[in-house]
């Protein structure tokens, strides 16, 4: 709950989540178009986020970080814009910056000089006694309710239907956090790859705005 | 990229924060500050914009710093969240400011503009000023709030201004003094030399204080005490 917690002081709350781009874009209108975004984001890079965040929580869980180095260079592999690779390390150093003083564990200072955000979520998912399965689920809900509450600063919305969608998604998100989960055992290279190609150039063109709410 | 990233910077500089709301000229503080103490002191600069990087991009085009000693954090469209509920996006700046320049003496953070509430929180800065300006209205001081009220510094900026916007200049430093309870408020105006050497010296004193190991950084509080004041007065200093 506490990882998920959007209000969790990580600095998440600068991000949209490709939202606004979406948005600018006319891609994204009206409430059947949000559930669908958010859908489509959940099932490609969500569960990508997701089955990395359970990857790392399964290693952290028994005291092997060997694979560290694999799991940031797939994750990187799957992360085609420069700038989400740039934003997902900016989010995982200030995610272990919060967490390591909120709950001080040696186990974060394994984490290299600028991890990936859902690394640093699936250890810090270890280190607070969670299963992988939870810290896909802790990924996925986080990610989703983020885009989601940006939705209120970019759309004429009412935030009860935007609720409703999150609701509505959470057998969804079950059922992504268990395949994550299946996944998080074998090797880094065999982990999902369910990519969006779409938001990797959105968020490009996104950083080149002149004027925009959020960062991402 | 070093592994030291994950640890707290060898020095650390006071950190004084400058909120306030739109246009009252915090960024111009900042310029002013950085040219007049740039020679005795290693300053560093992180803005907040909610916009883009609109204020690190004046201060670097104003050249009042070495370019890559001004850095801008995007605080998406929270700013005052950026410097009170979650600083960590700030405080993560500020510390690798200093580690890349160490020692730095002072590191300037300015607040995303926003309204009369948002102060920062004692976790990200040392210090604070708070900056209103003549032009915003001569009864804003009087409104109080906790910059107004609680910051280290109130600044009442562009007294030159005061004839043309029909504002009592006095009277605006007297209402705000009275809503400060003897903590210092300093007219300023970047054309009125005496003024700016007065707001340095404010500078200059805080950082011995603090370069002493005296000083005690105070919480101006998150809400408004003066049209609702408690018994005491001193909702301010609330822990």
Redesign the interface.
């Known amino acids: 709950m506490l990882l998920a917690d959007g209000?969790l002081?990580?600095?998440g709350?600068?991000?949209?989540g490709g939202l606004e781009p979406a948005v600018a874009a006319g891609r994204v209108t009206d409430m059947p178009g949000l559930e669908r975004f958010l859908i489509g984001r959940a099932q490609t890079t969500g569960l990508i986020a997701a089955a990395f965040a359970a990857a790392a929580c399964a290693r952290a869980g028994r005291g092997d970080f060997s694979d560290l180095p694999d799991l940031e260079a797939e994750l990187d592999a799957r992360t085609p814009s420069p700038e989400l690779r740039k934003i997902s390390r900016d989010l995982g150093?200030?995610l272990?910056?919060?967490l390591?003083s909120i709950h001080p564990d040696p186990r974060?200072?394994a984490?290299?000089?600028?991890p990936h955000q859902p690394i640093v979520m699936g250890v810090a998912a270890a280190v607070l006694g969670l299963a992988p399965q939870e810290a896909a689920m802790a990924s996925l809900h986080e990610s989703n309710s983020g885009a989601a509450a940006a939705a209120a600063?970019l759309m004429p919305v009412d935030p009860f239907n935007v609720h409703a969608i999150l609701a509505r998604m959470t057998s969804r998100l079950d059922t992504l956090a268990a395949q994550a989960a299946a996944a998080a055992e074998g090797p880094p290279s065999d982990l999902p790859s369910t990519g969006a190609p779409l938001s990797d150039i959105a968020a490009e063109h996104h950083r080149r705005r002149?004027?925009?709410?959020?960062?991402s | 990229m070093h592994d030291d990233h994950t640890t707290a910077p060898k020095t650390r500089a006071l950190r004084l924060g400058v909120a306030g709301p739109v246009g009252t000229g915090k960024s111009s503080v900042i310029a002013t500050i950085c040219r007049h103490l740039r020679d005795e002191f290693a300053l560093g600069v992180i803005t907040n914009d909610i916009y883009t990087d609109e204020d690190a991009r004046f201060l670097k085009s104003a050249g009042v710093l070495p370019e890559e000693r001004i850095r801008a954090v995007e605080t998406g469209s929270c700013p005052h969240t950026a410097i009170r509920d979650d600083v960590t996006m700030n405080l993560m700046a500020v510390e690798d400011l200093e580690r890349d320049f160490a020692p730095l003496d002072i590191v300037l953070v300015e607040s995303g503009g926003d309204n009369l509430t948002a102060t920062f929180s004692p976790a990200l800065v040392d210090a604070q000023l708070f900056v209103l300006d003549v032009a915003g209205g001569g009864d804003v001081a009087r409104k109080g709030g906790p910059g107004i009220s609680g910051a280290d510094l109130l600044v009442i900026n562009k007294i030159d201004l005061g004839p043309h916007v029909d504002v009592d200049v006095d009277r605006m430093v007297a209402d705000a003094q009275k809503a400060r309870d003897g903590r210092p408020v300093l007219p300023l105006s970047r054309k009125q030399a005496d003024t700016v050497e007065k707001l340095c010296d404010w500078v200059r004193e805080m950082h011995k204080t603090y370069a002493g190991g005296d000083h005690v950084p105070v919480d101006p509080g998150p809400m408004a005490p003066h049209h609702h004041a408690h018994d005491d007065g001193h909702t301010h200093r609330h822990d």
């Open positions: 209000r002081p990580a600095g709350y600068a991000h949209s150093r200030q272990r910056r919060a390591s974060f200072e984490l290299g000089a600028a600063k002149d004027v925009r709410l959020f960062a």
